[in-house]
C-alpha cells in the first residue's frame, strides 16, 4: 500500500502563489503516474493536473492552465504543485494522487477512478 504524504497549502490572497508537496511513503514514486485533484464544498471531486510517470508529459484542466505546474524528481521522490496567480475560485482542499502504469508517458488519466492511491487532502484559501 502506498501512503501519500501532502505538505504545503494554506491561506493567501488572490494573486498570490502556494506550492503543495507529495512525498510516497513506502515506495519509488518512479512506478506511478501522478495527479493532483481539487472538491471545493458541495461539488464534485475534480482534476486539476497530471504527470506521466517519466516527467516528460503533462495535463492540465483549461481553469489553471497557465497558473499552475506539476513537475516531479523522482530522485527526490516528489512531485509537486506550483500554483501561481491564485483566485478565490481556486479555494478547495487539493488531494495528491498515484497511478502505478507501466506506461511512462502516458499523461492521459485525467479522472478520480484512474488513480488506486490518494493524499489526506490539504485546504487552499483564496481571498479575494
Known amino acids: 500500500q502506498v501512503r501519500l504524504i501532502q505538505r504545503g497549502g494554506g491561506t493567501v490572497q488572490s494573486g498570490g502563489s502556494l506550492r503543495l508537496s507529495c512525498i510516497p511513503s513506502g515506495r519509488s514514486f518512479s512506478e506511478y503516474a501522478a495527479g493532483w485533484f481539487r472538491q471545493a464544498p458541495g461539488k464534485e471531486r475534480e482534476f486539476v493536473a497530471m504527470i506521466s510517470r517519466n516527467g516528460g508529459s503533462t495535463a492540465y484542466a483549461d481553469s489553471v492552465k497557465g497558473r499552475f505546474t506539476i513537475s516531479r524528481d523522482n530522485a527526490d521522490n516528489t512531485v509537486s504543485l506550483q500554483m501561481n496567480n491564485l483566485k478565490p475560485e481556486d479555494t478547495a482542499v487539493y488531494y495528491c494522487?498515484?497511478?502505478?502504469?507501466?506506461?511512462?508517458?502516458?499523461?492521459?488519466?485525467?479522472?478520480?477512478?484512474?488513480?488506486?492511491?490518494w493524499g489526506r487532502g490539504t485546504q487552499v484559501n483564496v481571498s479575494s
Open positions: 494522487a498515484a497511478k502505478f502504469t507501466i506506461y511512462a508517458g502516458r499523461a492521459d488519466f485525467l479522472t478520480p477512478d484512474d488513480y488506486q492511491h
